[in-house]
């Protein structure tokens, strides 16, 4: 089969579209000759285009992809590219779907731009050309994930069994714990805050909670429902509610169409983009996927460690996006920060760069002995409303 991405004119031109960089281009073309002159890295390539690019048949987790042990022998250290490779022929397949469904093209320069980014990054720290995001891109590719101004969207059924209430008369939004996840004594998850596996002898130990853990009720009942509040800032509270039906409304349940939100480097990133990515996202999903209605904004990132509020100012781009939304438990160490905040290169916090507030801060916040670790959160509110940080700024004035 003919496959556009190996024809090194039609390489460029696709590179161009995405703002690939000239050096990862090149290499790029080396690999699609290397591949077209090689008959067996021509069929492995061929039948990974198939799997994926025609049959939607993603690798979707984000471990690294498996190697065919063939294209690590002749490819070596390049191997990443050959797959990157591969990925990046799906794109005329993605430009179809975007015409087909109607969907405007800088979406897709703006959307497809990422993962050039990611080259880029890779090229920054490693100084050679190599990717690792592959369990990331396929969702723009398979379009299902989009940049619209500022952030990343996609569409995705909630899964967690955290319920959200909202109260009739004064619209206050409660979550409700999910009875799966073991909390410890401060209502925080069970296992929160854990050094990953290696960081250990840098930091000081972090004292494990004394108390046993304990497992939240939940119970959906005729007259309302009966379970543990979480405060915005994502501890469970030890004592039961019950919130009684009608003054109350579930307004979120696991299987629900939730309003999933990345957030892409560098760029403003206040209020007024934020507001503004959020109405282009409602707009655009009501136009495209009117039979999903969302039912909540959600956002699992590294910068959702409510300890952040702590460590930074009130004023802080971070602090402020966190606080516009609800948090709720959820096992999480200080790992994800580690990576976006400092990066592979640095893995020993004695070694590692002190140039900004951030980095300062969570360094000497953990050389205290101090835990932190990400939550994921929900947001009920409209674009409209983007900036008043209802949920916490409610539970503060209580
Ligand atoms: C999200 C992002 C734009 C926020 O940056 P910001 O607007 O500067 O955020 P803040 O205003 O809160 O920054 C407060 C301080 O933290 C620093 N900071 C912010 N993000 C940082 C990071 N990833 N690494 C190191 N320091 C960082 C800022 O430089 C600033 O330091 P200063 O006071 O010394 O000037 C930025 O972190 C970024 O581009 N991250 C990459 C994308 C990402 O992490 N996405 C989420 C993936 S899950």
New binding site residues.
Partial sequence: MDIEILNEARLRYWCRRIDMPEGGVNELAQIAAEVSWNDSLLAIFTDFHQKTALRGEWERDSADLPVHPQVAEVLGERNSLFYLLAYLAAMPYAEREYLRRGIAMDIFHDTMRDISVWVQDAYDIEGVWRFRQFGWIWEHLSCELFRLGRLQFKLTTFDDQVTAYRHNSSGKIRLLAAPDVPLRADGAALGAGKLPPGYESFFPAVPEPVEESWLPVFEALPGGWRGHLISPYGNALKEEKFLPRPEWEQILKQGDTILDM?????DC?NNQACADSLRQAHAFFQTFNPERPIRAGFCH???FTPQLQQI?PPE????RFQREFYLYPFAGGPGFLWL??FGRQYPNPATAPRD????RGVLDWLAQGKQIFDLPGLMFHTPEEWGTQPYMREWDNQ
């Fill in positions: 990345h957030i892409p480097r560098k990133f990132t590294w910068f930074l802080s781009n971070i602090v976006f905040a900004t507030s951030l980095r």
